[in-house]
């Protein structure tokens, strides 16, 4: 008995084998007691699982572990370590992504950040999806926007993981209720379609709606001509200045030389954009134009078209 009190103080008192300072340690939410644990010990910190957990048993914690991010920057005893967990005592800096950000601007802002570690830093973005352990092969609206708060020295991975999780978890939320006549092939095109919406509003009340036009087009085998795909594929090239040769010269984004979706998405789509992709307005327009003040017109024919790109458009250069 003496023995066993005796390892069980030197246990609790001694500083836990940490293989790599800091270690950052994510335990999302919903994780058990023990998932926590496997949790720690994969990210270095050698706990000794159940010496662990009979410590947390005597002190009757096993059950108050806080889901966070955790940095561990110096020497912690077990003790002092349960009382973190349960204290949720993680230290957050936060990060916020933009609808409608490309994955290059994500990326930029990551490393913009003095509060995170950077393991990405010279890393192609194939190879950040695979550290990721991502199904996909392009990143492009992977990623959910939102603001993201984590421990001060978190790895800059961790952010990029949950915002891709958070992604695949609206998304498949929203494949879920989509209309019955949706024309989308799989939820990867629904998210194409909502990165095309999310670029393509100006007011948040017009989303809906615009999404009902694309979606018509779509179905009937019409091209979206939808200027911000064309402005996507030409990439770092473009000056802001959309001229005729770029609308007519062919490419995998041009939606005006190609029919259907282009192949990957061109921006992240927030939820409602998501929404609007599987559950557009019903409506009988397949056009619309700016009107320049942050609205659309919506047309039903290409003579109605013609028209209020007249009015609004042709008119206003003169």
């Known amino acids: ?67 966070g991010n955790y940095v561990i920057a110096g020497p912690i005893t077990p003790m002092e370590l349960m009382q973190k967990l349960t204290r949720g005592d993680v230290a957050q800096a936060e990060v916020r992504l933009i609808e409608g950000w490309t994955f290059a601007q994500f990326r930029a802002l990551l490393d913009a950040s003095p509060d995170l ?54 998304l498949q939320a929203e494949w879920d209720t989509r209309a019955p006549n949706a024309p989308y092939g799989s939820a990867y095109e629904a998210l194409i379609m909502a990165s095309i919406i999310e670029k393509e509003t100006g007011q948040a009340g017009e989303r809906d709606q615009i999404a009902g036009v694309l979606v018509n087009r779509l179905r009937i085998g019409m091209r979206l001509q939808a200027d911000p795909t064309i402005i996507y594929g030409l990439g770092a090239s473009f000056d802001g200045n959309l001229k005729k040769i770029h609308l007519i010269t062919d490419g995998p984004y041009n939606t005006y030389t190609r029919a259907g979706l282009p192949p990957t998405p061109i921006a992240m789509p927030g939820r409602a954009s998501l929404h609007a992709a599987v559950q557009p307005a019903k409506t009988d327009a397949l056009y619309y134009v700016s009107r320049g003040d942050g609205t659309s017109q919506f047309s039903r024919s290409v003579r109605e078209h013609n028209e209020a790109v007249t009015k609004y458009q042709l008119k206003k250069k003169r």
Do not use: C
Not at 6 to 30: F, S
Not at 52 to 64: I, P, S
Not at 134 to 157: K, M, Q
């Open 1 to 67: 008995m003496l023995g066993a009190g005796g390892y069980a103080a030197w246990y609790v008192y001694t500083p836990l084998e940490v293989t790599k300072m800091p270690a950052d340690i994510e335990i999302p939410q919903g994780t058990g007691f023990r998932a926590a644990l496997a949790q720690l010990e994969r990210s270095g910190v050698k706990v000794r699982p159940l010496h662990f957990e009979a410590l947390a048993r005597a002190m009757k914690r096993e059950r108050d572990i806080k889901a």
């Open 117 to 170: 570690r950077h393991d990405t830093a010279g890393l192609e973005d194939t190879e950040v999806l695979a550290r990721i352990q991502a199904t996909e092969n392009h990143p492009e609206g992977l990623f959910f926007p939102d603001t993201y708060l984590f421990a001060r020295g978190s790895s800059d991975l961790a952010v990029l993981r949950r915002a891709y999780r958070a992604l695949h978890r609206h």
